[in-house]
Structure formats: C-alpha cells, structure tokens
C-alpha cells in the first residue's frame, strides 16, 4: 500500500498570498496518478487536479499541479477567500488507492 | 446533470446492520466505477473499496476487508455499502464517489471526479 505524506499539516497564509502544498508518496506512484481534492466543513471533497497536473472542469488557473515518482505539489498562485479549506492528495495507480492525511490552509 | 444522491442520515446502536445507498443518475451508471470513502469525525479520507456495477467486480481496501460489503444494483443505478454489525469505531460520514475513467474494453484507472453529499452513520448504545 502506497503511503501519502502531506506537508505542513496546517499553513497559515493572507488572501492573495501564494500557497505552496507538498505530497510525498512511499512508492512512485504509477503514470502521475496523483488528484488533489479541496474540502470545505460540512461538504464533500471536490476535485480540483487529477493525473498530477490536469485541472478538472471548472477549476480555476491559480491552482496548478507538478510532479512526478514521489515528490507532488499542489500550488495556488494567489489565494481566494474562497480557497481556505483543506486540501488532500490522493493516489489511484495502484489498489488500494490511498489518501494522504490532508493540509488545511487557514486564513492569517 | 451528472450526480450521486445517498441515503439519509443514520442513528443505529452497536450490533445492528446498516445498508446505505449511492443512487447514480446522468450517466452510464455501468461505465464507471464507483467507490466509498470513509471520514471519521474530525479526521482526513479514507479509501473503503469500490465496484464495477457493469459486472461488479469489487476490490477492497485491507483496511476495511471483511469489516464491510460493497454492492451494486444495476437495475436502478445504486451502489451499497454495508455492514452486519456496526460499532461504534464505525461512527463517521461515508461518502461515495464515481472514479471519471470510461470503461469501454478496459477501465483506466482514475480519479474521483462526482461525490455523493454523504451519509452520516452514528453508533451509540
């Protein structure tokens, strides 16, 4: 089972600021298949990168996708007041598909 | 409109059995798989296992292997998941998900791009 380790756990930042999100994997994760999703209290988690870096319909261009083998990162180029929530990586290349434990981006 | 409606909100004690439901509509529901992921009060996703309701090959995660059964009727669009003998470990809000790969001769692994809103399920004598 592949582990996803995500970092900071919790990233305190002003709207407009840049967001930096990083997801290390234990195993490279097969072809990129590595999505991030956005949760915010009380909703279902939506998704926002898939394949490492396509963005799912309807997603705004801030938030963009890199990355390969190991090492992922999801980048919010200027945030939103919108944006605070919590953001988890999930892998899907190989079963079980695994989560990692979620970053909260909250506002300073 | 694509969307995956669950079933209401659930109180059980610990013992019972529990079936709740992820009824799929604006789509194929035979041509995607569709999986379940648990959150526990306060905590992050957890990956239960999904099926393929076009045959209904079902894979689950070790985790939840033999804790839990994932279904699928295809005859109405919904998938299940459920349990024999809830406890109160099980107390968490399950939501399902439909992964966006198109199944034609084989099915790509993928995302999950449509959630469920969830269904709250608390066990407590």
């Known amino acids: 089972e592949i582990v996803l380790t995500q970092s900071p756990g919790t990233l305190s930042l002003s709207p407009g600021e840049g967001a930096t999100l990083s997801c290390r994997a234990s195993?490279?994760?097969?072809?990129?298949?590595l999505a991030w999703y956005q949760q915010k209290p009380g909703q279902a988690p939506r998704l926002l990168i898939y394949?490492?870096?396509s963005r799912a319909t309807g997603i705004p261009d801030r938030f963009s996708g890199s990355g390969s083998g190991t090492d992922f990162t999801l980048t919010i180029s200027r945030l939103e007041p919108e944006d605070f929530a919590v953001y988890y990586c999930?892998?899907?290349?190989?079963?079980?598909?695994?989560f990692g434990q979620g970053t909260k981006v909250e506002i300073k | 409109e694509v969307q995956l409606v669950q079933s209401g909100a659930e109180v059980k004690k610990p013992g019972e059995s529990l079936k709740i439901s992820c009824k799929a509509s604006?789509?194929?529901?035979?041509?995607?798989?569709i999986g379940w992921v648990r959150q526990m009060p306060g905590k992050g996703l957890e990956w239960m296992g999904f099926?393929?309701?076009?045959?209904?090959?079902?894979r689950y995660s070790p985790s939840f292997q033999g804790q839990v059964t994932i279904s699928a009727d295809k005859s109405i669009s919904t998938a299940y998941l459920q349990w024999s003998s809830l406890k109160a470990s099980d107390t968490a809000m399950y939501y399902c998900?439909?992964?966006?790969?198109?199944?034609?001769?084989?099915?790509?692994?993928?995302?999950?791009?449509?959630w469920g809103q969830g269904t709250m399920v608390t066990v407590s004598s």
């Open positions: 998900a439909r992964e966006m790969g198109y199944c034609t001769t084989f099915c790509p692994d993928s995302a999950f791009d449509i």
């Open positions: 999930q892998q899907y290349g190989s079963s079980p598909r695994t």
């Open positions: 394949d490492a870096s």
């Open positions: 099926i393929y309701p076009g045959d209904s090959d079902t």
């Open positions: 604006g789509y194929s529901f035979t041509s995607n798989w």
């Open positions: 195993q490279s994760v097969s072809r990129s298949y």
